[in-house]
């Protein structure tokens, strides 16, 4: 199994950091399909301020281009992204449009 961190910040909005945690408290079953059936096995988001972590661990054949294509051909996936894009913003420096930024790993233990 393979891992994966990856990044995003949050607008620096307690009323909006609220809400966005609110909705991962109930997250729709047809997202949560949608990860599972890409391959992506577990996952985790940690916040600090207004920075997030994602921390997943996807399965040997999981493609980061395949789960791209899948999302766009899902309706109701495009929908939670654009419900969820009015609380996140760019990191500092990504390409127009680029949301969750995969980390490179230096260390390890």
């Given at each position: ?8 910040d ?8 609220a ?8 997250v729709w079953p ?6 599972k ?10 916040r600090?301020q207004?920075?997030l ?12 281009e395949e789960?791209a294509q899948l999302?766009a051909?899902?309706p109701k ?22 949301k969750?930024q ?8």
């Amino acid at each position: 199994m393979n891992r994966y961190c990856l990044t995003l910040d949050l607008k620096d909005d307690p009323d909006l950091i609220a809400a966005y945690e609110q909705y991962h408290q109930a997250v729709w079953p047809e997202i949560l399909a949608s990860i599972k059936s890409a391959g992506i096995k577990h996952m985790e988001i940690y916040r600090w301020q207004s920075r997030l972590f994602m921390i997943m661990e996807v399965s040997e054949n999981f493609s980061f281009e395949e789960k791209a294509q899948l999302d766009a051909a899902n309706p109701k996936v495009q929908e939670w992204e654009t419900l969820l894009w009015q609380y996140q913003q760019a990191l500092p420096g990504v390409n127009p449009g680029e949301k969750w930024q995969l980390m490179r790993q230096i260390f390890i233990l």
